[in-house]
């Protein structure tokens, strides 16, 4: 195990992890982050809500089921508040509802007020750090 893995508390308290942003260098800017926390061998990452949404699908009944979802807000198509709909009607029974991180450059009250309404996790802007993901795990952590 990488000393980054054993010195993160977290780590193994820490589930299955999705990123869903359709810039590649936000997706890399985050994926890196979380590879420097130790959780990269959690991490999966997709660049649409389509190819999430078949990500989750697909995980349904395994322990790669996601836990943590940070998910990018503006995309092209399906947008982060349309895959946030259909994710609250999927069936996964044998699962928690995923914790949901939205993700912006925007601190626009609209989208916050939206995001409030889906019940998410958090709002946070871009670009995130290591201090917003270590925020961000110990609310997923202690609020399971």
């Not at 019940?119 to 609020?143: C, Q, W």
């Amino acid at each position: 195990m990488p000393a980054t893995q054993r010195s993160n508390p977290y780590y193994h308290e820490t589930g299955e992890i999705l990123v869903i942003d359709d810039d590649s260098s936000s997706l890399f800017l985050i994926q890196d982050l979380l590879n420097s926390l130790g959780m990269g061998d959690k991490v999966t990452t997709a660049t649409n809500a389509a190819d999430a949404l078949a990500v989750i699908k697909s995980r349904i009944g395994t322990d790669k089921f996601p836990e943590l979802l940070f998910l990018d807000i503006k995309m092209p198509g399906i947008d982060g508040f349309g895959f946030l709909e259909q994710l609250r009607h999927m069936y996964y029974p044998s699962h928690a509802e995923p914790k949901v991180v939205l993700l912006s450059y925007y601190g626009n009250r609209m989208y916050q007020e939206r995001a409030a309404e889906f019940g998410v996790s958090a709002y946070l802007r871009k670009p995130l750090t290591k201090e917003k993901v270590m925020d961000v795990i110990d609310l997923h952590t202690f609020n399971n």
